[in-house]
């Protein structure tokens, strides 16, 4: 029960990439950056071990942003041809590749690190992938031309990848979707479509993340604007409690979500953000403990998994994994509290 995991990035080492960056450059290259990037993922499932996490991550080792990382390895993508787009309904700048043709994978993106991170540790592995609504939301486009279609098309090779984390042993495979707070009308149309192909007949678990962001300055921003409650979760939660995924991470500690909405999640696990990843203030036990048991005037024990906010990529390495330690304490506390 109470079963700790994380919504997905974490910090890389200094020696692999700039630290505290979102858009981090890397610090090695060729060779030395490869075996790099596996290094930094088996540590990093270590450190998530000795934070006492029970379902862990890659942490996002080996990719420079959540979404390009995966892109890197299809066709169709046109990386020259760079274009400044406003993204997440113009929120902020962003400067994107081009789809340019038919989008197919090359091959595995992220067999590798997903190899290093099965073999190293014995408890259940999480695997992040970008949803297809949200990649569709972070490129442009000069081939489908119509957002939809261009969300499926990801989607295609979104599963094609999944099936094959799923083969090499990955737990859960999850779909980070922050799109899915943006664009409310267009989740129910054909958002939680596209997902649902991205997961299609996947063996493992299949989870889904909406968070509203990392704490970066255009977010916090944004958050500010949401009013007194932020209540989009109250529109997607009840087409994804009809959907085929399995799990639901979302936001919680610091937000403005009125924790009753998870109920509209009713049957799915619930991936709740016990941990803020917009503050380097560490959250005690006790914060943790008192965050699951709100939840759990609304969920079911066994289908409460404590997590983070969101990603922790650009937080300060000893500040996460001493928020992630907290967590899991914080989870201990509400067990033998029961
Ligand atoms: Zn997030």
Known sequence: MFETTVAGSLPKP??????????????????????????????????????????VSDGEQARTHFVHGFLANLDGIDFARKTVIGIRADRYKAEVPTVTGPIRRRGSVHAAEARAARAHTRRKLKFTLPGPMTIADTIADEHYRDRAKLAFAFAEVLNEEARELAALGVDVVQFDEPAFNVYMREVADWGVA?????????????????????????????????????????????????SSIDQVSLECRNSRVPIELIALLKGKDVLLGAIDVASNAIETPEEV????????????????????????????????????????????LVRKSM
């Open 14 to 55: 200094a020696w692999l990439a700039e630290p505290e960056r979102l858009w981090p450059a890397w610090r090695l290259e060729g060779r030395a950056l490869e075996q790099g990037k596996l290094d930094a993922t088996i540590l990093a499932v270590k450190l998530q071990e000795d934070a006492g996490i029970d379902i």
């Open 194 to 242: 596209a997902l649902e192909r991205a997961a299609l007949e996947l063996s493992c678990k299949k989870a889904v993340h909406i968070c509203y962001g990392y704490g970066i300055k255009a977010n916090i921003d944004w958050k500010g604007t949401l009013g007194s409650q932020w209540r989009q979760y109250e529109e997607t939660f009840p087409v994804l409690a009809r």
């Open 289 to 332: 403990a008192d965050t699951i048991r709100r939840a759990l005037a609304f969920v079911a024990p066994e289908k409460l998994f404590p997590c983070t906010n969101c990603g922790m990529a650009p937080m300060p390495s000893s500040v996460a994994y001493a928020k992630l330690a907290a967590l899991a304490a914080g989870a201990e």
